[in-house]
């Protein structure tokens, strides 16, 4: 925050007391190492450009809950604690292969085990509440019209650029078992991994992550496979 306007960081800590940390604060230390993924922040101290400021929504707007075939959700929850939330309900929205992901994941993409099945994450979003950079806060539906349709059609892919997402609605599918199977290979395995995949049964998911295991020097590949036991019937399947 060296550079960040000191008028600003002042009002800012007006309006929300002992919840702004300037850097080299604990305060400071300890959100981002709560907040970062433990294996972001064990490789990379993780900090705040100069002149940014993070919003930590997941303190205070992390709250997610049924409604019938949707769940509410607030801008901060991770997925795996909307998942939580539909727990007793029998139903889910797909989401990546960790629960540790956010907003950002589900107004960006979401690939996960059902991708093939039920689709991918943000073609579940029904209905935003976003904060723009001027502070109006707008709600967008798919139904929205005017430049509440473009932003609509922007925040389904790139939210982060146009605004903060307090509150989504998204739509959830019922959902019985589903079979994974995981294993970690090394890169000369990816030309079986794309000569299989397109092979596979219409609602498996067959995906690959890219990664580093810790303390290795060359990367492997993370592949998964995820069957749903039962396929989704087709007013499910949209
Ligand atoms: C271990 C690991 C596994 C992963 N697995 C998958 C996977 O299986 N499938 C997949 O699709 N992706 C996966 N990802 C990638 C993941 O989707 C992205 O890292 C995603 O950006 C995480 O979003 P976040 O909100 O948790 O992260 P953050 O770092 O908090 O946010 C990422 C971006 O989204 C913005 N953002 C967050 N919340 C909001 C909000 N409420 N309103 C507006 N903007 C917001 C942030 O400003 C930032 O620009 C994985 C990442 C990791 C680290």
């Known amino acids: ?12 800590e007006a309006a929300l007391p002992h919840r702004v940390h300037r850097p080299d604060s604990a305060g400071y230390r300890d959100s981002l190492a709560r907040i970062f993924f433990p294996d972001a922040s064990r490789r990379r101290p993780p900090r705040v450009d100069d002149g940014a400021v993070l919003l930590d929504l997941s303190s205070h707007l992390s709250h997610a809950r049924p409604c019938g075939t949707l769940v509410e959700t607030q801008g901060g929850a991770t997925v795996g604690s909307i998942l939580d939330s539909l727990a007793d309900s029998g139903r889910v929205i797909p989401v990546g292969i960790v629960g540790l992901a956010g907003l950002g994941l589900v107004t960006r993409g979401g690939v996960g085990y059902l991708t093939r099945s039920v689709g991918l994450t943000l073609d579940h979003l029904v209905e935003v509440e976003l904060i723009l950079p001027d502070g109006e806060i707008v709600r967008l539906y798919e139904d929205s019209t005017g430049d509440d349709a473009d932003l609509w ?3 389904r892919g790139c939210a982060p650029s146009f605004g903060v997402v307090t509150e989504a609605v998204m739509r959830t599918h ?7 199977d995981r294993a970690v290979v090394e890169l000369d395995a990816l030309p079986h991994y794309f000569a299989v995949a397109p092979t596979l049964p219409r609602h498996t998911t067959m995906g690959a992550v890219l990664g580093y295991a810790v303390g ?8 998964y496979t995820a069957t749903p036991v039962l396929p989704p019937s087709p007013e499910e399947h949209r």
């Open 1 to 12: 925050m060296t550079t960040l306007d000191h008028g600003i960081a002042a009002a800012l």
């Open 153 to 155: 059609w922007a925040v």
């Open 174 to 180: 019922e959902q019985g078992p589903v079979h994974v």
């Open 216 to 223: 290795a020097a060359e990367p492997a590949v993370l592949v």
